[in-house]
């Protein structure tokens, strides 16, 4: 006999909030070939368009998760093809820093994404878009939440970021 696990309903309705913080370049220019090619990819995703993945600072990743993110992309050019020379290498060390940070937050490391989507790739950044709705709906709602005081409730604490 199949027993059937029956699943909260907030947990069928989940539709994760994800904010993408894409170069310029490369990986904007790919969403948007994506848009104009019909690649079929959720609508879970807020873009916000950089100049480069090396001018995203840490601290704006911290504030989507504090505001109500639930996973947030970093996509940049591939390596070598940075428009700022070394931009992407500095987002990639930036991100194992905060994927670390994120851990001992108690977040699931698939929250944090970085890619690299090149113009021409709108297919990759379709794919990459599905791949992380699914598995931030496996994952949930992200665990973070707002104090009263604007500090970000972790567990039983509370830290300021
Ligand atoms: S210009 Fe695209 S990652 Fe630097």
Known sequence: MVKVQEMPKEAIDFEPKIIGFLCNWCSYAGADLAGTSRVQYPTNIRIVRVMCTGRIDP????????????????????EGDCHYIGG??????????????????????????????????GEQFGKVVREMVDDIKELGPSPL???????IVVDEGEIKI
Do not use: P
């Not at 939440?145 to 500090?151: D, K, P, Q, R, Y």
């Open 59 to 78: 601290q704006l990743v911290l504030n989507a998760f504090r505001y109500g993110a639930d996973g947030v992309l970093i996509a940049g050019c591939h």
């Open 88 to 121: 992407n290498y500095r987002a990639y060390r930036k991100y194992l820093l905060l994927r670390e940070f994120l851990r001992k937050m108690g977040m699931h490391e698939k929250r944090l994404r970085l890619e690299w989507v090149s113009a021409s790739e």
């Open 145 to 151: 939440g707002i104090t009263a005081t604007g500090g």
